[in-house]
């Protein structure tokens, strides 16, 4: 079976360029400009979203349209490897061996922002494969000629798993519909508001256990209290419940069994703690394993049961089951006449097609699995690796306690403070820029075209384009693999490109759920770090060795782990560390002073 670690997945986006929201979002972008030293929460919120989103901004659109070189006018050979020759075998042992999102940034070291690899067997229907790494051409691709790229690439897998239904497996028409349904809930104020209380609530319960946890290993021992812990399950549980309470109004209680992860009832984050966990994270990384494979071999390796198909199948049936029953419970509330939360199920319950029709069961969970799949696991891993990079570098924690402190104080942040609090949204676009949750988004060019660097695209190419490579691309980030939140302040981001930074994709199937994360991810982290100190031990780089499946994961160092301790108390700690010190500084230039006089006095 052809496996990836490099394919992408998905990728998703809101932004056809419908006039009315065209309107919207071009509004929003002119206030940012014009107010630079506007609202963080504008900027930090939306601001992502709206530079992917340039593709419903009539005046970039023309501009881009205007400037861009016409099919006649240039054409500039696109460099890559002969079609097999033994180059072309190296480059693709790099793409399975290290993953695309490294070969990307390999081959832009080696061929330049533009390369193309022919794919003579035109695996999965592409007839050639186009890197690009310059935010030029991906602006170009994602909001100049965006109608010409609104196919996101999709390889047979997910005929077999999703059958062209949700968001993620669906092109065209279909798509369209799902994602209009869908992304309103995730981008409308109001339930941002509310949305984040239930973040902040659900933190606030992992930080009681975690407390808990804390007051009876001290008390059961003399050492200091502490514990150590794979972050990264914790955060996957904790995200697990916020998607499900917020998209659903359905309680999985994954936070409630980090209890059970602690007093070491469960395993870490790539054992089989419980069915629901072992089910999405089995789905990427089986769905990982096969994702290249052709149809004909993917039905062959099905009724031979070959274990990642079989693994596949029942990750999914795991899924499905726990999602049809919310799905039932909902439906027989509405028969009932029974009030229903109005979040995302009971839109896409009270949904119809043009011809009244109602969405099938079959429709609703392939829905309802992608927000949950796309939504709960890219959290989570940034969400940790943010702990972890806060941590691992002391001054950038101290700057950024100080700012929670300033606006926080001792209470738990909400919504409208996070446009006070511009550094912790730069430690989490860093965070972003070095480890983005989902590397690689492809598209399908539906016509010839011609990027602005003069490179040829043919119809049928797919176009790839990594969040991973062009955020550690030298040629955009000076010392790119330094951890530096300073580049994401205020005066820094004004002069950044606006495709330069893509954690979100961008384009006609950009994430649909990116201000929804920001928003979650910011204040999980506020939330933990108030109360907790967070010390990494595994790995102990500064830089997090990451793996992709279908998206990011810590499998090569089993889970990040890191020692938590109560913050208040290590400061106490530590402040009782320094007046040890302070007094020992003491005694000793007494020491010295008495020594100095004896000898004197001698
Ligand atoms: C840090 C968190 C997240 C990151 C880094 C992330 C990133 C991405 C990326 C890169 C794509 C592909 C974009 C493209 O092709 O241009 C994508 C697609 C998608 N994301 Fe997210 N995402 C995150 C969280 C979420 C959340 C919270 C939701 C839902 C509430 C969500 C829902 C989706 C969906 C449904 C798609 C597929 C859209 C389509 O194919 O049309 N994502 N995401």
Redesign the pocket.
């Known amino acids: 079976m052809l496996s990836s670690k490099h394919t992408l997945p998905?990728?998703?986006?809101v932004t056809r360029a419908k006039s009315a929201s065209a309107g919207r979002t071009c509004s929003l972008v002119a206030r940012v400009a014009t107010n630079p030293a506007g609202s963080a929460a504008t900027r930090s919120l939306t601001a992502l979203t709206e530079s992917a989103e340039a593709s419903g901004c009539p005046f970039t659109a023309l501009k881009s349209q205007l400037t861009r070189p016409k099919p006649d006018q240039v054409q500039v050979d696109v460099p890559g490897p002969a079609p097999f020759s033994l180059e072309s075998l190296g480059d693709v042992g790099t793409i399975f061996f290290e993953g695309l999102h490294v070969a990307m940034l390999k081959f832009s070291a080696k061929y330049g922002p533009v390369c193309r690899f022919a794919n003579p067997a035109s695996l999965n229907g592409a007839t050639s494969w186009v890197f690009l790494n310059s935010p030029q051409n991906i602006q170009h691709v994602c909001a100049a000629n965006v109608k010409n790229y609104t196919m996101?690439y999709l390889p047979d897998i997910y005929k077999y798993v999703t059958h062209e239904k949700g968001?993620?497996g669906s092109q065209g028409a279909y798509?369209d519909r799902h994602?209009r349904l869908?992304a309103p809930p995730?981008r409308n104020r109001a339930q941002l508001e509310r949305f984040a209380d239930v973040v902040v609530q659900r933190s606030a319960r992992l930080a009681e256990i975690w407390q808990q946890h804390l007051a009876s290993s001290s008390s059961s021992s003399s050492s200091s209290s502490s514990f150590l812990t794979d972050v990264a399950t914790q955060t996957q549980r904790l995200t697990l419940d916020v998607?499900g309470l917020t998209?659903f109004s359905h309680d999985f209680k994954q936070v409630q069994r980090i209890a059970d992860d602690l007093s070491g009832a469960a395993g870490d984050s790539t054992q089989a703690t419980d069915r629901l966990l072992w089910a999405v994270n089995t789905f990427g990384e089986s769905l990982a394993e096969v994702f290249i494979t052709p149809m004909p071999l993917l039905r062959a390796g099905h009724a031979m049961g070959l274990p990642h198909l079989r693994n596949l199948d029942e990750a999914v049936s795991v899924m499905r089951g726990a999602m049809l029953d919310v799905i039932q419970e909902r439906r027989i509330a509405l028969a009932a006449g029974q009030p229903v939360p109005q979040d995302l199920l009971g839109i896409l319950l009270t949904a119809a097609d043009e011809a009244g029709q109602a969405m099938t069961d079959e429709e609703l969970w392939e829905d309802v699995h992608?927000?949950m799949g796309?939504?709960h696991e890219?959290?989570a891993t940034?969400t940790a690796a943010a702990l972890y990079c806060i941590s691992a570098h002391p001054a950038v924690e101290s700057q950024l306690m100080a700012e929670l402190q300033a606006v926080l104080g001792d209470r738990p942040p909400a919504y409208a403070d996070l446009e006070q609090l511009p550094y912790l949204q730069a430690c989490i676009k860093e965070v972003?820029r070095l480890y983005?949750?989902?590397p690689v988004?492809p598209r399908e060019a539906a016509a010839d075209d011609v990027l602005p660097s003069g490179h040829p695209v043919s119809k049928g190419d797919v176009v790839f384009m990594s969040?991973y490579a062009l955020g550690r691309s030298p040629a955009i980030w000076p010392s790119p693999l330094t951890f530096d939140p300073s580049r994401f302040s205020p005066a820094a981001e004004a002069s950044h490109h606006r495709f330069q930074f893509l954690?979100?994709?961008?384009?006609a199937?950009?994430?649909?759920?990116?201000s929804?994360?920001q928003m979650?991810?910011s204040l999980m982290v506020a939330s933990l770090l108030q109360k907790f100190k967070f010390e990494p031990v595994t790995p102990a780089s500064p830089l997090i060795p990451v793996s992709y499946d279908i998206t990011m994961n810590f499998n090569e160092t089993r889970g990040l782990h890191m020692r938590v301790s109560a913050r208040n108390e290590q400061q106490q700690q530590q402040q009782q560390q320094h007046e040890v010190d302070r007094q020992q500084q003491e005694v000793d230039l007494q020491r010295e002073l008495v020594g100095a006089a004896i000898t004197a006095a001698r």
Do not use: E, Y
């Open positions: 998905g990728s998703c986006c996101r968001i993620l798509n994602r869908c995730f998607v998209a992608d927000v796309a939504g890219t959290t940034t972003m983005p949750a989902i988004f969040s954690p979100f994709g961008a384009g199937r950009m994430c649909l759920g990116a929804f994360a979650s991810v």
